[in-house]
């Protein structure tokens, strides 16, 4: 008798253990055995960092800097997590990485759109931007989007600038797609594309660090498209967090400090 009743709590420790590590949520969800909430650990987020001034490495240091990474730092603070880690991975690879929970969220000059809605819950809209294009300085014949027919135009894989490219393809456009943002651009200085399509304010950093030596913006802005911090549909939770951190970082001035840091101004209301 005594022997069973020694097996049955043994089951019922065992029980115990699997259903608690079978919780969801990130790694700061966690709860102590107590049943109040752990001190919040750690928060992966993953990024593409060859989009500045958003995501890109800082000159002599391992580490990312931007105002996506500062905003997502800030957030993390906010949170009450203890360590913010940012993993390096290839634009397209970002999603799929949230879905499998390889990470909790993602920031990555990511646009919210009703395609990866599907997907993907976004936080609320942090930032405005949207797509334009550049064009070699040497290209005088492009001064609206539709001139690009006859070009060739590298974007970065998996971007909605790649997308949007793939409108002219059918009209005899080529388009190159390129793992990075630096190397589209890099294409275009070497002259093996005459445009470069991407967002708005990355471009716009990219002529004012040494790309205006062969690049110019042509054409007016092509979108309007907001940014947002990527959540799996699995953490809805974890979702309204992250929005009450930026409603606390909105409230509490971080955000238009950290926006004037990088944009030297103050955000359009
Ligand atoms: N905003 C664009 C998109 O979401 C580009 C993002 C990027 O290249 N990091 O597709």
């Known amino acids: 008798m005594k022997k069973i009743t020694v097996l049955l709590s043994i089951f019922v420790l065992a029980l115990g253990i699997l259903a608690a590590g079978c919780g969801g949520g990130s790694k700061g969800d966690k709860k102590a055995a107590s049943g109040t909430p752990a001190a919040k ?41 203890k360590k913010c880690t940012i993993r390096n991975m290839g634009f397209d690879a970002l999603i799929p990485a949230i879905n499998s929970g390889n990470l909790d969220v993602s920031i990555a000059g990511f646009s919210i759109t009703e395609e990866r809605k599907k997907q993907v819950i976004f936080s609320q809209p942090y930032y405005k931007s949207g797509l334009a294009f550049v064009v070699r300085k040497d290209v005088n014949d492009v001064t609206k989007f539709e001139d690009l027919q006859k070009k060739t135009i590298a974007v970065q894989m998996g971007t909605t600038g790649a997308l949007y490219a793939d409108k002219l393809k059918e009209k005899g456009a080529v388009v190159k797609t390129f793992n990075t943002s630096d190397l589209a651009c890099m294409e275009l200085k070497n002259k093996g594309a005459d445009a470069v399509i991407s967002d708005l304010p990355v471009l716009q950093y990219f002529l004012k660090n040494g790309g205006s030596e062969y690049a110019k913006l042509a054409g007016e802005p092509l979108t309007a498209e907001d940014y947002g911090i990527v959540i799996s549909k699995k953490n809805p939770e974890l979702a309204k967090q992250v929005d009450a951190a930026l409603d606390a970082l909105k409230k509490n001035g971080t955000y238009d400090k950290l926006y004037e840091k990088w944009f030297g101004s103050k955000p359009a209301k």
């Open 41 to 81: 650990e750690e928060l992966i987020v993953g990024t593409e960092p060859s989009f500045a001034p958003f995501e890109f490495p800082e000159k002599d240091s391992k580490e990312f800097t931007g105002f996506d990474m500062d905003l997502i730092r800030a957030i993390a603070k906010e949170m009450g997590y």
